[in-house]
């Protein structure tokens, strides 16, 4: 993998200042066109050795480009904010928008290098890392993301004479790399090689710069940058995604369909186990094991069904400073501009609080997906991520509770009538819910589908039967209650 990086490389200057003004241009025009049209977004991971010139190089490039549309997202060990989050969290924050072009220095990569150097994972461990890594650098491409990756590769003797140059000079050395201090020089290169073999892809592809000539690793990083964002440009598809069909053509009844809508409760005997249950989740949420986790709750379901009324329920008895409620809508333009889990991983709270999301990130296999608001690929590969999505937030600490609100369309239609008919409902229906119904069908059949591929054992679904509102939001306290108990 690193033979040719080892040879010699070089480029006299003469030579190099000849080709500049080309370099220049090509990265210039590339990165223009792509700040006017915002077909896409770029990230440039910099990886490699200490003393290889990742800095100098980067610095260069800034130079050669418009630097006011390059971000610079430089991650070192996790402050505070990032260690109450799961790992994944600051790099989904930080995903640069259509237009933009992000330079990542200590990336994704930098703990699984860290610990497998260090031998704090075995090699099962960080193979299990490194198919992570590939999931998310495979949805960020699906999503319209270049991704380009750069490993900076050094000989021993030269990291040797650059870390001495480095020393003499009294700079500090680079705090995002210090696993691979010269010591660890071959152990570096073997898992570096390995990272390479396993994560480059044709839409994530890893390119070996050789960094013994600062001339030949600049020309060579800046032109294989050009290259790839111009060809990005001019042919930007990207391939289909391979994804279990949905079944087609026969009738079937979902999980969905077979809720059983009858199920009522008595409002003296719903006063009583709503208190009950109320005061269980207060005194669960100010337990020092809660404090701990993060709980993440998802409110779906038909038009009319009862979320706000049933959150309305969860919240009353918490402390309003560990929770807040996200009422999810349309996508904003910024929000559009980005992979469309980055606003949901925004949202993530923090260790002892808690999210509670009035429609999620379940619209891209429901509205988006019946309203054809997402291709047909989109939405067919989103019940993988998402399982994806909510299996590293589990593995991270956090309890996710997902509720389904499911009543009839007979019942939507008279709590609709109800909601023209009382002055301080209005607001609550809109011409597009009236739109969504004429839809019933096929909302349903997402419904199913989207129950039957993301129901899993560490975030399943629960299915409310919404005809009684008391019923339902005894429902929905009970099931929290009881994930608490068994979590903690």
């Known amino acids: 993998m690193f033979e040719s990086a080892r040879l010699p490389q070089e480029m006299d200057k003469k030579t190099f200042r000849k080709l500049e003004p080309e370099l220049r241009e090509a990265l210039l025009s590339a990165q223009l066109e792509i700040i006017e049209k915002k077909p896409f977004s770029t990230i440039i991971v910099v990886d490699g050795l200490d003393g290889a010139g990742k800095g100098e190089a980067v610095a260069r490039l800034y130079g050669w480009m418009d630097a006011r549309h390059l971000i610079c997202n430089a991650y070192g060990d996790p402050m505070e904010e990032a260690r109450l989050r799961p790992r994944l969290w600051r790099f989904w924050r930080d995903l640069p928008a259509k237009g933009q072009t992000a330079v990542v220095f200590g990336s994704w990569y930098q703990k699984a290098l ?59 050395r680079h705090v995002l790399a210090d696993w691979a201090a010269l010591k660890n020089h071959a152990k570096a290169s073997e898992v570096g090689e390995k990272i390479i073999v396993e994560t480059s892809r044709g839409h994530a592809p890893w390119f070996v710069i050789p960094s013994q000539d600062p001339e030949f690793r600049d020309a060579a990083l800046a032109q294989t940058i050009a290259a790839a964002m111009r060809l990005k440009l001019e042919d930007g598809e990207a391939a289909s995604v391979a994804a279990p069909p949905v079944v087609g053509g026969l009738t079937r009844q979902t999980a969905v369909d077979a809720i059983d809508l009858t199920a009522k409760l008595k409002k003296s005997d719903y006063e009583k186990k709503r208190t009950e249950l109320q005061d269980r989740l207060s005194a669960m949420s100010d337990t020092k094991a ?39 809508s349309a996508p904003t333009d910024e929000e559009k501009a980005r992979p469309y889990l980055w606003r949901f991983w925004r949202r993530v709270p923090r260790q002892g609080h808690i999210a509670i999301f009035d429609r999620s990130w379940y619209e891209r296999v429901l509205v988006e997906r019946v309203e054809g608001f997402a291709s047909h690929d989109d939405w067919l590969r989103a019940y993988n991520e998402i399982n994806e999505f909510e299996e590293e937030l589990t593995n991270s600490d956090y309890i996710v509770c997902k509720f389904w609100l499911a009543i009839s369309a007979e019942e939507q239609l008279r709590r609709f009538k109800a909601r023209e008919e009382i002055a301080y409902k209005q607001h609550k229906i809109t011409d597009e819910d009236w739109r969504n119904r ?9 419904a199913g589908d989207m129950v039957d591929r993301t129901s899993t054992h560490f975030a399943p679904w629960t299915l409310v039967s919404s005809e009684d509102k008391r019923h339902a939001r005894i429902e929905v306290l ?10 903690l």
Request: charged residues 40%; proline residues 3%; hydrophobic residues 40%.
């Open 114 to 172: 860290r610990d497998r150097i260090y031998d704090k994972i075995d090699d099962d461990s960080f193979e299990h890392e490194l198919g992570k890594i590939r999931r998310f650098e495979e949805m960020l491409a699906n999503e319209g993301i270049l991704l380009l990756k750069f490993w900076f590769m050094l000989p021993r003797e030269d990291q040797k004479r650059r870390l001495k140059k480095i020393d003499k000079k009294h700079a500090a």
């Open 290 to 328: 809660f404090s701990k986790k993060g709980l993440i709750l998802v409110f779906q379901g038909n038009d009319a069904a009862g979320k706000g009324g049933a959150i309305r329920r969860v919240i009353r008895p918490l402390d309003p400073r560990i929770y807040k409620v996200h009422p999810i």
């Open 478 to 487: 009970q099931t929290i209650c009881d994930r608490l108990e068994k979590e």
């Open 438 to 446: 004429l839809k019933w069908d096929q909302y349903a059949v997402a």
